[in-house]
């Protein structure tokens, strides 16, 4: 893409009600443009590094028979008063609306009985189970405190998966590969070293819940965190007890603020129960289907990321979630510089790298600027002194220093290993 088209412009300053670092930067740098508090939209840098994650959780999900669906946002008054989740007392973050006949509708804060009774037309054997059904959609939340920018929002994205199994043996074998599959997806959205399976209050069919918390100033949550073992407990759940269960020492426990950034419940029959999805086994009796549900918040990811990596500077994406892998910084200067620029950028896309081309008409020191605070992980220089020499100037936003480099070298660097 070429910068003098890109539509956003970066700014010096943030709105003056916006107190996080991570609406603060992206909001400066172009990525997101604040509605309310709670309430972003995504501008087209954001876009690309949201649907990054999108697709590295996809991927991930698929991988673990995960089977993609989209579910509504409106939602039926009676099917939630089966779960008696639809008073307000029950569910605290509900926005709810009314129909012009008068009747109630709620936006989705989350989707379990809904799903529930999608699956009620589809499983009725053991044969049809087990199932693992997931979505990215629209959260709806009347969050009390919206001040943690995109990593707490009242409008947000969440992929939320729900398995469903014919016991607890079944479930506990899925719940183990979703387990994997989100130490996966944290490691690859660069929060891998950060992150932390924790402990946490259970709900009533199981013990613990299991959240994953990453190390961060900007969490709400107070974790205490074992270093060597790579696990943690949240602060709710810390009770002498727990210590003794989990085999944890109080003492080697370090404690630290966290964001949640994913987290995987047993569900047991909660659900099922209720809105009555069973599934008849082979000798012909009837059983409760065992639920678990699995969720991630994208743009809580993409927030969190911005809180750990950045610098003085500005965002540092890690590269499979940056909006582009190369901003290529031309300095205007003859045609010639333009159309080796020009060319370059048609060579990197050939090999699949996406580049950012700044091809715009302003001062070196506003696009390196630029360069810092929108956190491309490859920053390629190419001006008249460069072209002398016929060498690219290379940087790597992580690195202070820029290194001189031949054409083949900044491919074989800049190439993706994997
Ligand atoms: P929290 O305790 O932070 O409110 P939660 O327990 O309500 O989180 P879940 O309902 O389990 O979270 O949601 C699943 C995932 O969705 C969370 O792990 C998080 O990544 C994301 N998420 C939850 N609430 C928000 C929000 N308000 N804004 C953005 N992402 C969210
Ligand atoms: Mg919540």
């Given at each position: 893409m070429r910068q003098s088209q890109l539509f956003t412009k970066t700014r010096k300053e943030a709105p003056k009600d916006e107190v996080s670092k991570n609406a603060e930067l992206l909001i400066r740098a172009g990525f997101i443009h604040k509605e309310m508090a709670g309430v972003y939209s995504f501008l087209p840098l954001g876009l690309r590094v949201l649907n990054n994650i999108v697709g590295i959780i996809r991927e991930e999900m698929?991988?673990?028979?995960?089977?993609?669906?989209?579910?509504?946002?409106?939602?039926?008054?009676?099917?939630?008063?089966?779960?008696?989740?639809?008073?307000?007392?029950?569910?605290?973050?509900?926005?709810?609306?009314?129909?012009?006949?008068?009747?109630?509708?709620?936006?989705?804060?989350?989707?379990?009985?809904?799903?529930?009774?999608?699956?009620?037309?589809?499983v009725a054997s053991y044969r049809d189970l087990p199932k693992a059904v997931y979505q990215f959609q629209t959260k709806f939340r009347?969050?009390?405190?919206?001040?943690?920018?995109?990593?707490?929002?009242?409008?947000?994205?969440?992929?939320?998966?729900?398995?469903?199994?014919?016991?607890?043996?079944?479930?506990?074998?899925?719940?183990?590969?979703?387990?994997?599959?989100?130490?996966?997806?944290?490691?690859?959205?660069?929060?891998?070293?950060?992150?932390?399976?924790?402990?946490?209050?259970?709900?009533?069919?199981?013990?613990?819940?299991?959240?994953?918390?990453?190390?961060?100033?900007a969490g709400e949550d107070i974790i205490y965190v074992d270093e060597t073992k790579l696990v943690a407990v949240n602060k709710e759940?810390?009770?002498?007890?727990?210590?003794?269960?989990?085999?944890?020492?109080?003492?080697?426990?370090?404690?630290?603020?966290?964001?949640?950034?994913?987290?995987?419940?047993?569900?047991?029959?909660?659900?099922?129960?209720?809105?009555?999805?069973?599934?008849?086994?082979d000798k012909g009796e009837k059983h409760d289907v065992i639920m678990g549900c699995y969720g991630i918040g994208?743009?809580?990811?993409?927030?969190?990321?911005?809180?750990?990596?950045?610098?003085?500077?500005?965002?540092?994406?890690?590269?499979?979630?940056?909006?582009?892998?190369?901003?290529?910084?031309?300095?205007?200067?003859?045609?010639?510089?333009?159309?080796?620029?020009?060319?370059?950028?048609?060579?990197?896309?050939?090999?699949?790298?996406?580049?950012?081309?700044?091809?715009?008409?302003?001062?070196a020191g506003e696009k390196f600027a630029d360069a810092d605070l929108i956190g491309i992980p490859y920053r390629i220089v190419i001006s008249e002194k460069t072209m002398k020499e016929n060498k690219f100037e290379l940087k790597l936003r992580t690195e202070d220093e820029a290194t001189l480099v031949d054409e083949a070298t900044l491919f074989q660097k800049i190439q993706k290993t994997s």
């Open positions: 698929n991988e673990i028979g995960g089977q993609e669906i989209s579910m509504t946002a409106l939602q039926d008054k009676n099917l939630w008063q089966k779960t008696d989740r639809w008073d307000d007392d029950k569910m605290d973050v509900w926005f709810k609306t009314k129909l012009k006949n008068d009747s109630e509708l709620g936006l989705a804060p989350t989707h379990e009985e809904p799903l529930t009774t999608i699956m009620k037309n589809f009347n969050e009390m405190r919206a001040k943690s920018g995109i990593i707490r929002g009242r409008e947000f994205l969440m992929k939320d998966l729900y398995s469903f199994s014919r016991d607890q043996k079944e479930h506990d074998e899925f719940y183990q590969l979703a387990k994997a599959a989100y130490v996966r997806i944290f490691d690859r959205v660069g929060l891998g070293s950060v992150t932390y399976p924790t402990f946490a209050l259970g709900g009533t069919f199981s013990k613990y819940s299991e959240e994953f918390q990453t190390i961060c100033d759940t810390l009770t002498p007890e727990v210590l003794a269960d989990l085999g944890l020492n109080k003492k080697t426990l370090v404690e630290k603020k966290g964001v949640e950034v994913g987290n995987i419940f047993n569900l047991g029959n909660k659900f099922s129960k209720p809105l009555e999805l069973f599934y008849v086994d994208p743009g809580r990811v993409m927030g969190t990321i911005v809180e750990v990596l950045s610098d003085a500077k500005g965002i540092v994406w890690p590269r499979e979630v940056a909006p582009f892998e190369a901003h290529l910084i031309e300095m205007k200067g003859s045609e010639a510089v333009s159309a080796a620029a020009e060319k370059l950028y048609r060579d990197l896309n050939k090999k699949g790298i996406t580049v950012l081309w700044d091809d715009r008409d302003t001062r």
